[in-house]
């Protein structure tokens, strides 16, 4: 008797539940209409691979003097809008978010640093650390963070500096 009762109450709870969530939408739009700027999610559907982001090189190693560019690639492959911001620093080491101040004689830039991206397009951008000689010899680790309008994306590099080559 008490797995029925059990079982009943399960099965009102589950319609009461499809009941709930078939009138959350029809509040939004008139039926059988949906806003041009709306991001459906459809039970069942994947909402894996919303976008891919790639860094190339994954690292890498330059003299005391010399510069290197990363290219961060972004394809957009489901329906978000976003407007994006990068922000790149300095930081103790991979999946720090410890910061630290950049030595004198470096630089970190990106462009571009803020755009909108749109589905079914690909981004690129660039990520450029400039050297002078007078930068010390280490490894340096770099946080590249992606913020847009419903979170935020972190990848994380490094750059050996080495020593500058002697010339006579």
């Known amino acids: 008797m ?4 059990t079982i009943g109450i399960i099965i ?13 939408d029809q509040k939004s739009s008139p039926p059988g209409e949906v806003e041009n700027n709306a ?20 690292s890498g190693i330059i003299e005391a003097g010399q ?9 957009k492959n489901k329906e978000a809008i976003r ?9 103790k080491g991979n999946y720090s978010d410890d910061e630290l101040p950049l030595p004198n004689g470096m630089t970190l830039a990106c462009n571009p ?4 991206s749109y ?15 007078e930068v010390p010899v280490n490894t340096y680790f770099i946080r590249i963070q992606r913020n847009f309008d419903s979170g935020r994306e972190v990848i994380w590099t490094s750059v050996q500096v080495t020593a500058p080559t002697k010339s006579t």
């Not at 991001?39 to 994954?58: A, D, F, H, Q």
């Not at 510069?67 to 394809?75: A, D, H, P, Q």
């Not at 407007?83 to 930081?91: P, R, Y």
Request: charged content about 15%.
């Open 2 to 5: 008490k797995q029925r009762i």
């Open 119 to 133: 589905p079914g397009n690909v981004y690129k951008v660039s990520i450029i650390m400039t050297t002078t000689k």
């Open 113 to 116: 640093s803020m755009f909108t």
């Open 12 to 24: 009102v709870l589950a319609i009461l539940v499809i009941i709930l969530f078939s009138s959350i």
């Open 83 to 91: 407007d994006e911001t990068i922000a790149l620093s300095l930081v």
């Open 39 to 58: 991001t459906l999610i459809v039970p069942g559907k994947s909402l894996i691979g919303i976008e891919e982001t790639y860094l190339s090189p994954n």
């Open 67 to 75: 510069n290197l560019t990363f290219e961060l690639r972004i394809e």
